[in-house]
């Protein structure tokens, strides 16, 4: 079983930063990725980002790519999302999520992702 623990939202200025953590436990049991994915009000889970535990892979949506910075530590069990630049479209609830081992490796799909935390509240104002 995969635990996720998000922390770091808050309330932000546009243009200013703020830096997401997720910590990750049994992920033993887990696919070899782990996946940001935020969702808006009155709107479906977007993704965001994510990356490989074990390689140099990482992805970005169009919308943070040049933004937003995904990173790990996998002494710490945690993976990090570095957000600059921030706007107002920005705002959402931020979610970690990972797959079971039986991942097939589209990161990008809602679907491919298990364990979800319990997320975290990132508000842009303007």
């Known amino acids: 079983q995969v635990e996720l623990k998000e922390s770091g939202g808050g309330l932000v200025q546009a243009g200013g930063s703020l830096r997401l953590s997720c910590v990750a436990s049994?992920?033993?049991?887990?696919?070899?990725?782990l996946g940001w994915w935020r969702q808006a009000p009155g709107k479906d889970h977007e993704f965001v980002s994510a990356?490989?535990?074990?390689?140099?892979?990482?992805f970005y949506s169009d919308s943070v790519k040049g933004r937003f910075t995904i990173s790990r530590d996998n002494a710490k069990n945690t993976v990090y999302l570095q957000m600059t630049k921030l706007k107002p479209e920005d705002t959402a609830v931020y979610y970690c999520?990972?797959?079971?081992?039986?991942?097939?490796?589209?990161?990008?799909?809602?679907?491919?992702?298990?364990?979800w935390g319990q997320g975290t509240q990132v508000t842009v104002s303007s």
């Open positions: 049994g992920r033993a049991f887990g696919g070899d990725v």
């Open positions: 999520a990972a797959p079971d081992r039986y991942y097939s490796g589209n990161y990008q799909l809602k679907d491919e992702y298990d364990y």
């Open positions: 990356i490989s535990w074990s390689g140099p892979d990482t």
